[in-house]
């Protein structure tokens, strides 16, 4: 698998870290609702937003939209861009 990081290019997926689904993003505030948010997870096929790490690279944290199923890439963005 390939992924393009915006600072340094495509690269081999080896080259990056994945870190959970983007919804890690949307911490909940109700002390009730984060248990859900670090227990109950949606494992879903098809395309997820994911949080990924160029942890070989230029260390940048990125979106990446993917499908699970085919591996194929929809989208890669900075993840400071894709909470705004």
């Known amino acids: 698998m390939r992924i393009t990081c915006p600072h340094c290019g495509e690269r081999d997926s080896r080259e990056f870290d994945y870190l959970g689904a983007a919804s890690l993003l949307e911490r909940p ?40 199923t085919t591996h194929d890439i929809k989208q890669v963005r900075l993840a400071r861009e894709a909470r705004t």
């Open 29 to 68: 505030e109700n002390p009730a609702a984060f248990t859900d948010y670090i227990y109950s997870r949606e494992n879903s096929a098809g395309d997820n937003a994911e949080l990924w790490q160029h942890s070989m690279g230029c260390r940048a944290w990125l979106y990446v939209v993917r499908n699970v």
